[in-house]
């Protein structure tokens, strides 16, 4: 069934219902499937789209890219030294000037409130790339990879283990609420999100029969899970933070132990990069001078195994970034 979306934002997936979070799913293995047999139906053609970023980015600033040349748009990146984002000019006016220009805004930085600002000023779609609370278009990719694994999403068991209240968790939350999976988080008690967003989804989750499962058990959180997933245990703009984390997340590092622990041989890792999985990594090194650590959230052996999709993963950023830029602007 297709919906129509167009002229929608994507701030987070709390503003899609249920059937709207699968539909943009079905439309990326769409576009995918038409891009792997040569077929480009340039839905985006002549469009104009400014690619915000605060922070840096390798998988959303290229899958943004990519997405949009395959679609037939124009993608213009417009970094932070590059434009007078919040300066010399408030975000409301950059809106209002950037959505005179261009058909569709991204923005990937730090504040939530910032893309929000947008949104409600450019008059023309915008899409969160990132902010400090939610990340909705990788959670997007996190399912069409699970689609593509187990062939649905409905009875998953998802875990997710490390900092439970970052913008992946949130995220996380979310997504596997709207879908109907049985979603854990795994992490110290201080890290759990926020109680009233966990809240919210347990009211969305009596609606699609999700479960959502708060432990400080990292090995109850992965018990016969289908899904396992970590993210950095310190996210940008959280530096000052290692010490403290260190302490706290040891115990939650996906490694093979954790992973067998799920007894499931169909598990799958996943992981929404960059990893600190070796001391060949700069933080990695960092790590084992500092602390004895040769990898921090997971170790070598996992996210290098056959049990590992992040590389697919990774890849579905474009598809599922398509999908959502064809469902909100395209033709």
Not at 50 to 69: D, H, N, P
Not at 131 to 137: A, L, V
Not at 242 to 270: C, H, M, T, W
């Amino acid at each position: 069934m297709a919906f129509n979306l167009k002229g929608r934002h994507l701030l987070t997936l709390k503003d899609f219902t249920s059937e709207e979070v699968l539909f943009l799913v079905k439309l990326a293995e769409k576009l995918k499937s038409d891009k792997y047999a040569g077929i480009f139906a340039e839905n985006l053609k002549h469009k104009n789209i400014a690619l915000i970023f605060e922070k840096a980015s390798t998988r959303t600033r290229c899958a943004f890219v990519v997405a949009a040349v395959d679609e037939g748009a124009h993608p213009e990146y417009l970094g932070k030294n590059d434009i007078q984002l919040g300066k010399k000019e408030s975000v409301a006016d950059t809106a209002r000037v950037l959505g005179r220009m261009f058909d569709g805004i991204q923005f990937r930085g730090f504040a939530h409130e910032t893309v929000e600002t947008l949104a409600r000023y450019a008059g023309v779609p915008v899409w969160n790339g990132l902010t400090d609370k939610f990340h909705p278009t990788q959670v997007l990719a996190d399912l069409l990879t699970v689609q593509e694994c187990f062939g649905r999403l409905k009875g998953i068991r998802f875990a997710y283990v490390g900092d439970g209240r970052n913008n992946m968790a949130n995220s996380l939350l979310i997504g596997a609420a709207k879908t109907g999976m049985d979603f854990r988080i795994g992490a110290p008690a201080s890290l759990f999100p926020e109680k009233e967003l966990v809240d919210e989804m347990k009211t969305v989750a009596d609606e699609t029969g999700a479960k959502i499962t708060l432990t400080e058990d990292p090995f109850k959180a992965v018990a016969d899970a289908d899904v396992i997933y970590t993210d950095v245990w310190v996210s940008m703009g959280e530096e000052g933070e290692f010490d403290n984390r260190i302490k706290l997340l040891k115990p939650y590092q996906v490694n093979q132990e954790l992973l067998s622990a799920a007894g499931n041989n169909e598990s799958i890792f996943l992981h929404c990069l960059p990893a600190f999985h070796d001391r060949q990594t700069l933080v990695g090194e960092e790590m084992y001078q500092n602390y004895g650590l040769d990898a921090m959230e997971v170790t070598d052996d996992v996210i290098l195994s056959s049990a590992s999709k992040v590389w697919d993963q990774a890849e579905n950023r474009v598809h599922t970034i398509k999908a959502v830029m064809v469902a909100t602007l395209g033709k």
